[in-house]
């Protein structure tokens, strides 16, 4: 009998591991997953990028604290690995970048240190040529802002005129066709250190805060271009400051960001058609001021920093890359 017994009970504990298994590998599954890849040359905070013919370039940030850089690195996920391109002219972090028609603009940002005033500048960037472009500067200093592109527009939503500055609600239509910048309908929560994103013809304004060392907000505000209007949607679950976001298959992903002084690896998905949010599987590491965006069907996370806690005075520059593949359907 104990023999029998004893087979009896190993034959559950097995079982049990593989039931556990299996709704680990459904959970997984259901929810995507986050691997490494191979790390960004350069590691860098406050940093910013595009996506341009599948590759993906990260401009600028602070390698070092009080130490900004220009350098632009290109990642290549077909081939998981990296290239140095054209550096840009001037060293910024905290600056807004996007992609119009192949090319890269790259606007505002601090230019003399991580705690300097905000900068005007303007710089274009062609990946074809790996050359630099210095355009007409911005009608206003800004960083830490929103950026989204509709159509031939870019738009820059809310910001702040440097590290220790208030809050702004001003968002501005720059038509890089004409080179002529419009003033539109002011955001109604003045915040800096959000981000922003275009699905639909809309702009999503998502978190942010009135200054670095408060709380942050779960606001999500949508611009609509047709109607110069904004409207209020449901709220992230997660309040965060120095988030970033991107959208794929018609779905916003919130992820990282922080909420003083707790960093987060948190992705929050929202599906604007039911107004809803849903909790993804976190990122490996944690992770605020990054690059966040999708190619292909993978979402991929690069660089940033979080607080040291052996030095708070020195932050910790990220060189990580992490991918978010999406579950199966």
């Given amino acids: 009998m104990k023999s029998i017994f004893a087979f009896s009970k190993l034959q559950v504990i097995i079982f049990l591991m593989l039931f556990l298994s299996g709704i680990i590998t459904l959970c997984s599954a259901q929810n995507g997953e986050w691997k490494y890849k191979t790390p960004m040359p350069t590691g860098r905070g406050f940093t910013s990028g595009a996506v341009v013919d599948g590759k993906i370039y990260v401009i600028g940030g602070f390698s070092a604290h009080h ?80 950026i989204a592109v509709v159509y031939d527009t870019i738009y820059l939503t809310g910001g702040m005129k440097g590290f220790v500055s208030p809050p702004i609600s001003t968002l501005y239509a720059y038509n890089p066709l004409t080179g002529l910048w419009t003033e539109k309908a002011p955001m109604p929560t003045a915040r800096g250190m959000l981000s922003a994103c275009a699905l639909k013809g809309k702009i999503y304004a998502i978190g942010g805060t009135v200054s670095f060392l408060s709380s942050g907000f779960n ?104 991918e978010y593949v999406l579950p199966k359907e």
């Fill in 67 to 146: 130490s900004l850089t220009g350098v632009n690195e290109m990642y290549n996920p077909e081939t998981d690995s990296w290239t140095k391109m054209a550096d840009m002219p001037e060293g910024r972090c905290a600056h807004a970048t996007c992609t119009y028609h192949g090319k890269i603009y790259v606007f505002g940002g601090v230019s003399n240190n991580p705690y300097g005033p905000a900068t005007n500048t303007v710089f274009v960037y062609d990946p074809q040529t790996d050359t630099w472009t210095k355009i007409a500067n911005m009608p206003y200093e800004n960083a830490f802002c929103g």
């Fill in 219 to 322: 606001i999500v505000e949508v611009y609509d271009p047709e109607t110069n209007t904004w409207t209020t949607e449901t709220p992230m679950p997660t309040s965060r400051v120095s988030l970033a976001t991107c959208v794929l298959n018609d779905k916003i992903y919130a992820v990282g960001g922080f909420n003083y002084p707790i960093v987060n690896a948190i992705n929050e998905m929202y599906n604007p058609d039911t107004d809803s949010w849903t909790t993804e599987s976190p990122m490996e590491e944690t992770r605020q001021t990054f690059f966040l965006g999708a190619v292909g069907n993978i979402i991929y996370a690069i660089g940033g920093s979080y607080p040291n806690p052996q030095n708070t005075s020195e932050p910790v520059i990220l060189d990580s890359v992490e």
